[in-house]
């Protein structure tokens, strides 16, 4: 089993910028890939970024140059560095993992996840 616990949720204005953590126990944490998804009110749960253990990441189009995913290993942490927030932003925001198989990018799909967070809520007011 792996336990995750996200944290760095809130309100910010359009344009500001919140860091995520996912903090991960209970097994390897580095042999796992890392993702973030949100979900808003009504709407699917969609990927917002992906880190495999080597360090490969995928990023969802509407993040792409905002928001930069990372890792650290030896402290079992991963972290979603978020920028120019924009109103549509505005979601809760869930860590997920699940144990690296062979590929190049982060599964994208939130059915190939084993493990989930509890989720933070991230509002942005325009």
């Known amino acids: 089993q792996v336990q995750l616990v996200e944290s760095g949720g809130g309100l910010v204005q359009a344009g500001g910028s919140l860091r995520l953590s996912c903090a991960a126990s209970?097994?390897?944490?580095?042999?796992?890939?890392m993702s973030w998804f949100r979900q808003a009110p009504g709407k699917e749960r969609v990927l917002v970024a992906g880190?495999?253990?080597?360090?490969?990441?995928y990023y969802a189009d509407s993040v792409k140059g905002r928001f930069t995913i990372s890792r650290d290993n030896a402290k079992n942490t991963g972290f979603l560095q978020m920028n120019s927030l924009k109103p549509e932003d505005t979601a809760g925001y869930y860590c997920?993992?699940?144990?690296?198989?062979?590929?190049?990018?982060?599964?994208?799909?939130?059915?190939?996840?084993?493990?989930w967070g509890q989720g933070t809520q991230v509002t942005v007011s325009s």
């Open positions: 880190i495999r253990p080597s360090g490969n990441t």
């Open positions: 209970g097994r390897t944490f580095s042999s796992y890939v």
């Open positions: 997920a993992a699940v144990i690296a198989r062979v590929g190049i990018r982060p599964p994208t799909v939130s059915d190939e996840y084993d493990y």
